[in-house]
């Protein structure tokens, strides 16, 4: 990738794109899900990263159905 290209992200914005707070990004950084670069004291995100970090992050369909389905239990109509 061209460097002048590279776009960079810094905590903050990229928690705000995820819409997730920086303590969060920072557990996927260093749960190796979101890769991120340390220059010095500052830590930076490569934008098109984050952006495969959430195509990779897409529910398929049917996954949650878990999660909605009719246990038979209480909820009668």
Do not use: C, N
Not at 10 to 20: D, F, K, M, P, Y
Not at 32 to 53: H, S, T
């Amino acid at each position: 990738m061209d460097r002048e290209q590279t776009k960079w992200l810094s905590t903050r914005e990229a928690a705000g794109e995820l819409g997730i707070t920086t303590r969060t990004l920072y557990r996927l950084i260093d749960s190796g899900q979101v890769p991120a670069y340390k220059f010095g004291r500052v830590i930076r995100l490569k934008a098109d990263e984050v952006d495969a970090f959430v195509e990779r992050s897409r529910i398929a369909p049917g996954e949650l159905e878990h999660l909605y389905a009719d246990s038979g239990g209480d909820e009668e109509a």
